[in-house]
C-alpha cells in the first residue's frame, strides 16, 4: 500500500533521537522541491518492473531507496542497482573499520540485487511527459540522464539538497548544489564565484571542483560541481602538508600585515556582528570585542584567504594530491591561520569527542603550536585564536543557526566565553 509522501509522518512513532521528526520533514520538502506538481511523489515498498514505462523518452518514473527506512532517513538512492551501489559508495568515509565493511557489503548487495528484497521503503516519483523536476532541469543543463541521490543531514541554518549525480550505468557524473533559502542561494553563489577564481589560481597539493553548470530553477539556483577523484589511494595527511596546503590558499589574492584594529578586516567583522539579530549573545561579543581592540588593537596581522569551512570530512588526501570541496565559505583579507584552527576546532566538536567549550578553550591554548607553521609567534597566535572563534561566533549568529535548531548553534555556550576569557587575560 503506497502513500502520498506528504503525509507519511502522520500518526507514526518517531524514535526517541533528536533530529529524526526534522529529518522527516525534510526529506517531505525536499521532494517537494526537487519534484514538484504534476510529479507526484509516493512512499511504498519495492514494485515490479513495469513494461514500457521509458516508451516516451526518459523515464518517466523513477524509484529510490530510503535508507534507514522513513522511521530514521538517512539517505536518498536510486533503486537501479548499478546506480545505488555506486551512489552509497560516494558517501562519507565511515569512520570504524566495521563501519568500512558493512557499507562495502551492502553496496555490494545492492550492485547485485540481492539486497532489494530487503530494503523496503521506496519512494517513487512519477514525471509526466513535460514536467519541470529537477532531474529534467539538469538533464537540458547537463545535455545527458542522470539519476540523483541525496543525504538527509541535520538541521542547520544553510542546510541544502546536495545532489550526487549518477549515470544509469553508475557512473559519478558530479554533485549539483540547490540554494532553496535565501542563506543557501547566497552561498552556493559564492561557492560559485570562489570555484572560478581558484580555477586559476596554481594551488600546489590542493585539487578543487570545476564548475560544470551554473543557472536558476524555478527560484533556486543550481551549482553544478565535478567529481573529485575519491577513488585515488588513500594515505594519511601529515601536519606538514596540511599547513602547506593551507599556506597555498592563503595566498591566492596575495597578503598583506596591518593592525588588528585599523584594517578593513576588523570594519567587516563589526558590520557582520551588528547585522546580527539583538541578543545577549551579539552584546556579549561586542563588549569582548571592543575590550581585545582597546587592549591589542595595534597588534600587527598578517591577512590572507581562507577555505572558511576546512574539515576532515571536507577532503581527502590521496596520493595526487588534497582533494579540498564545499568553498562556500572561502574568503579574502583574514588573519592568516584561520584554517588552522578551524580544522582543529571542528575535528574536536562535531564528532562529539570534546566539550565544545573545553575545545573552544583548548583552540586558544594551542594556538601558538597551530600556527608555528605559518610563521605566527605566540601572542600573534592567541590573539588571531580569539578573532578566529569571534568570527565563527559572528557566522552562527547572523546566519540565525539556534533559530534552526543546529546542535552548535548556539555560541554563547561555548564560543564566546572563550573570547571573552583571552580578553580578559590580556
Excluded at 585599523?262 to 557582520?272: E, F, K, M, S, T
Excluded at 579574502?332 to 580544522?343: C, E, K, N, Q, R
Aim: glycine letters at 10%; proline letters at 8%.
Amino acid at each position: 500500500m503506497s502513500s502520498r509522501l506528504p503525509h507519511l509522518a502522520e500518526g507514526m512513532p518517531i524514535d526517541a533521537v533528536p533530529g529524526e521528526k526534522d529529518r522527516q520533514r525534510y526529506l517531505r520538502e525536499i521532494c517537494g522541491l526537487l519534484w514538484p506538481s504534476p510529479a507526484t511523489v509516493t512512499l511504498g515498498g519495492p514494485a515490479p518492473h513495469r513494461a514500457g514505462q521509458r516508451a516516451r523518452g526518459p523515464a518517466a518514473e523513477r524509484e529510490f531507496i530510503l535508507l534507514l527506512g522513513m522511521q530514521r532517513p538517512r539517505l536518498l538512492i536510486p533503486a537501479a542497482p548499478r546506480a545505488g551501489a555506486a551512489a552509497l559508495r560516494g558517501y562519507g568515509e565511515p569512520g570504524s573499520r566495521r563501519a568500512r565493511i558493512g557499507q562495502r557489503a551492502l553496496s555490494l548487495a545492492l550492485a547485485s540485487g540481492l539486497a532489494a528484497p530487503a530494503l523496503r521503503s521506496r519512494i517513487r516519483v512519477h514525471a509526466p511527459p513535460g514536467a519541470d523536476t529537477i532531474e529534467s532541469y539538469l538533464r537540458n543543463a547537463l545535455g545527458r540522464d542522470v539519476l540523483v541521490s541525496m543525504y538527509l543531514g541535520p538541521a542547520r541554518a544553510n542546510r541544502k539538497p546536495v545532489l550526487q549525480l549518477l549515470t544509469p550505468a553508475g557512473q559519478l557524473a558530479g554533485f549539483a548544489k540547490i540554494g532553496a533559502s535565501p542563506l543557501a542561494r547566497a552561498l552556493v553563489h559564492a561557492e560559485r564565484d570562489a570555484l572560478i577564481r581558484l580555477a586559476t589560481a596554481g594551488l600546489a597539493d590542493v585539487t578543487v571542483p570545476r564548475v560544470l553548470h551554473y543557472g536558476e530553477w524555478r527560484d533556486v539556483n543550481v551549482l553544478v560541481l565535478s567529481a573529485l577523484p575519491v577513488w585515488q589511494r588513500r594515505q594519511p595527511v601529515t601536519a606538514v602538508r596540511l599547513a602547506a596546503a593551507m599556506s597555498a590558499v592563503a595566498g591566492v589574492g596575495g597578503t598583506a600585515r596591518e593592525p588588528l584594529a585599523a584594517g578593513p578586516y576588523w570594519q567587516r567583522l563589526g558590520d557582520r556582528l551588528a547585522a546580527a539579530d539583538e541578543s545577549a549573545e551579539r552584546d556579549a561579543l561586542q563588549g569582548a570585542l571592543a575590550t581585545l581592540a582597546a587592549r591589542a588593537g595595534d597588534t600587527p596581522l598578517d591577512l590572507g584567504s581562507w577555505h572558511g569551512d576546512w574539515t576532515p570530512w571536507n577532503m581527502a588526501s590521496t596520493t595526487i594530491g588534497l582533494l579540498v570541496w564545499d568553498w562556500e565559505r572561502f574568503t579574502s583579507g583574514v588573519p592568516l591561520g584561520f584554517d588552522a584552527l578551524h580544522y582543529q576546532l571542528q575535528k574536536d566538536v562535531v564528532p562529539g569527542h570534546r566539550d565544545p567549550r573545553d575545545a573552544a578553550a583548548s583552540c586558544i591554548s594551542e594556538s601558538p603550536r597551530l600556527l608555528a607553521p605559518f610563521g605566527i609567534g605566540a601572542s600573534e597566535a592567541r590573539i588571531t585564536a580569539a578573532l578566529y572563534l569571534a568570527d565563527l561566533a559572528t557566522r552562527y549568529l547572523t546566519d540565525r543557526q539556534a533559530q534552526a535548531s543546529a546542535r552548535l548553534g548556539a555560541p554563547g555556550g561555548w564560543l564566546i566565553p572563550a573570547v571573552a576569557d583571552e580578553v580578559a587575560r590580556l
